[in-house]
């Protein structure tokens, strides 16, 4: 599976948009782009995914640049509960479905 | 809610005892789960691969007689942590993947936190 790069870490003011990026620049055609968080102690949250479009859910959007190597997560309206570490994973399909993860953002969101 | 749980969420055991941890997928079949370790201050490392009706696969470096898993059904895998040892004090999360696609997304559970006395 392709690695990723992520700042480790970002600040955010609460209310305002967090835009987290993922550089994935070895990407290959048949790998997903994957986003989870995990909240200290916890397990890691779904968040998003997505191949090539641009995806959107209730809890985020997820940017694919049109060449694929690169992502970004976006918090439209961040809150304090959204302080975590946010991991950009790419995986193969068909590839077993585990995923590696890596260092992750640590997101901390002020107000 | 939650779909998938994992219990229990902490336990402390003593040194040269085993401890069984569980994860159950909710309201839905897992044929394959997966187990992680996280360490204080690290990202999550996958152990293993727990595979209903066949045995586990586990990930280099993991040994499969310390880290017993059992995959006794569809919605049940177990993690035995087998005559422990301090340094198998860690975080163990497991998830299962939610739907049959191949890109399926992973759920995890919200861990089980041991500590080896």
């Known amino acids: 599976d392709a690695k990723t790069t992520q700042p480790p870490s970002m600040d955010c003011a609460e209310g305002r948009a967090a835009n987290l990026p993922c550089n994935h620049s070895t990407i290959s055609g048949n790998e997903y782009v994957y986003w989870y968080r995990q909240i200290h102690s916890q397990g890691p949250q779904y968040i998003i995914h997505g191949l090539k479009n641009n995806e959107t859910n209730e809890m985020a959007s997820l940017i694919i640049t049109e060449d694929r190597k690169s992502s970004t997560l976006i918090l439209p309206h961040a809150t304090l509960r959204d302080t975590a570490v946010y991991y950009c994973?790419?995986?193969?399909?068909?590839?077993?479905?585990?995923?590696?993860f890596g260092t992750g953002t640590q997101l901390k969101v002020e107000l | 809610g939650a779909v998938v749980s994992q219990h229990p969420s902490r336990v402390i055991c003593k040194s040269g005892t085993s401890v069984k941890i569980e994860c159950r997928s909710l309201d839905f079949q897992a044929t394959t789960m997966f187990w992680y370790r996280q360490f204080p201050k690290q990202s999550l490392m996958l152990m293993a691969t727990?595979?209903?009706?066949?045995?586990?696969?586990?990930e280099q470096g993991v040994e499969k007689d310390k880290f017993l898993i059992n995959h006794a059904s569809l919605t049940l895998s177990t993690l035995t942590v087998t005559s422990a040892h301090p340094e198998d004090s860690s975080f163990y999360i497991c998830s299962a993947p939610l739907g049959g696609a191949s890109n399926s997304p992973l759920h995890f559970g919200n861990g089980t936190r041991l500590t080896v006395t």
């Open positions: 994973i790419v995986r193969v399909a068909g590839g077993g479905n585990k995923l590696t």
């Open positions: 727990s595979n209903e009706g066949s045995k586990a696969t586990y």
